[in-house]
Each structure stands twice: as structure tokens, then as C-alpha cells.
């Protein structure tokens, strides 16, 4: 009995810290995309890689597909949003932010169990909570990415926030 107390206890705590990190990342790419100019989102440093509104829309494609998988909740946004044809500021700032509501909304909704249950996520097998933490990985390693960016626009990226 103890163990199972102990145990929700640890995955109650897991939940809030995925939260708190998730409304952190959000905050943090908020700025990201702020710091860029409008004219900087059409930017490719090079032919082969994404504009930095590409790079931010994957950000919101991943979150979106990770956070749905892990969950089983269907995510709200339909097709893809490197594929929209509004590549504006406010149009990927919008669909970035709506991607961090909805793992931030899906994560609170999780119990502890959640966390343990087996999922499939870009036809990997993983727990839960693996993929919620693949899904923080991703959108942090892609924002870094986007540093680059702002750089070459000549706009100052935001400083770190790790707390």
C-alpha cells in the first residue's frame, strides 16, 4: 500500500515537473519567435534547410504529434503547419503557441498511470512518459537550432532560460 502511495506521490510530482517545464519551453520560444523580425522568417541560411518559420512550424507539428501519441488524445490541429500557406509571424506564432497549450492542457489531464501505459509514437514503442520527454527534447533541440537564425537576421536571441 505504501509503495502505491509513494508511487502516485513520484508520478503527481513527474506531472507537475513536465508542466512547469513545458510552460517554461513556451515562454522561452515565445520570445524565439518575438526576437525574429517579420522579414526573418522566410530566412533558409542555406537552399536545403527550412526557413526559420519552417523550423518553428515543426516545432508545432512534433509537439502536436508527440504530445497525441503519448496521450491518445487527438490533437487539435489538422495537417501540417510547414505545409500552411500563411508563413507570417502571426500565423506560425499562433499555431506554435496553440502546439505548447495543447501538451501543456494534455500533460495536466495525465494521471499517474498514464505516464506507465505503452504507446506507439512514430511507430516507435515507448511509455508515456518517454514520449512526453522525447517530446521536450525535440522542440528544445530545435529551437537551439533557431539561434542561428535570429543571428544571421541580425536580432539578438533571448537569453537561456534553464529555471
Known amino acids: 500500500m505504501l509503495f502505491f502511495a509513494v508511487s502516485a506521490a513520484f508520478a503527481q510530482t ?16 515565445k ?18 534547410i527550412r526557413s526559420f518559420a519552417g523550423q518553428m512550424d515543426h516545432i508545432a507539428d512534433v509537439n502536436f504529434a508527440f504530445i497525441a501519441g503519448a496521450s491518445g488524445k487527438k490533437s487539435p490541429f489538422e495537417g501540417s503547419a510547414e505545409k500552411m500557406t500563411d508563413q507570417s509571424k502571426a500565423a506560425v506564432s499562433k499555431v506554435v503557441m496553440d502546439s505548447y497549450d495543447f501538451a501543456i492542457a494534455t500533460i495536466k489531464s495525465m494521471s499517474e498511470a498514464d505516464l506507465a501505459k505503452d504507446v506507439k509514437v512514430f511507430g516507435m514503442d515507448m511509455k508515456a512518459g518517454s514520449a512526453l520527454e522525447k517530446a521536450f527534447e525535440h522542440q528544445t533541440h530545435h529551437r537551439g537550432q533557431s539561434t542561428v537564425y535570429i543571428r544571421l537576421k541580425g536580432a539578438t536571441p533571448p537569453n537561456e532560460k534553464l529555471f
Open 31 to 48: 520570445e524565439y519567435l518575438d526576437a525574429m523580425p517579420e522579414e526573418g522568417y522566410a530566412l533558409k541560411p542555406t537552399p536545403e
Open 14 to 29: 513527474m506531472i507537475a515537473k513536465q508542466v512547469a517545464d513545458w510552460e517554461r519551453a513556451k515562454a522561452y520560444t
